[in-house]
């Protein structure tokens, strides 16, 4: 049974949910960029957010990677770097 509820989200979970804080911001290309402190057990784990104001509405986009570390300052580098891939590679399709 347990099984079943980590599948489709009733069990419990070593990562943090959403609202986690924001370790650093960045604005590229029209887009913001923020760094995402989401908890793996004792290390952390990359992620973050883009946003982008479009046609008067705030659209936004949550990664997260397999990538886990236990420095806060190379966590925000990769993941700030990881959002300028992603609108480079992607742009405003992400939101899509």
């Known amino acids: 049974m ?3 509820k980590n599948l ?3 069990g419990s979970s070593n990562a943090e949910p959403a609202g986690d804080k924001v370790l650093g911001e960045e604005g590229y290309k029209g887009f913001l960029i923020k760094a995402i402190e989401m908890k793996a057990g004792s290390e952390l784990q ?3 957010t883009i946003e ?3 046609g008067g509405e705030l ?3 949550r990664f997260v990677r397999a ?3 236990s420095s806060r300052d190379d966590l925000t580098a990769l ?5 300028r891939q992603i609108i480079d590679e992607q742009g ?3 939101f899509a």
């Open 2 to 4: 347990s099984f079943w």
């Open 8 to 10: 489709f989200g009733g």
């Open 46 to 48: 990359l992620a973050g």
């Open 52 to 54: 982008k104001d479009i």
């Open 59 to 61: 659209k936004s986009y």
């Open 67 to 69: 990538d886990r570390m």
């Open 79 to 83: 993941a700030l770097a990881k959002g």
């Open 92 to 94: 405003e399709a992400i």
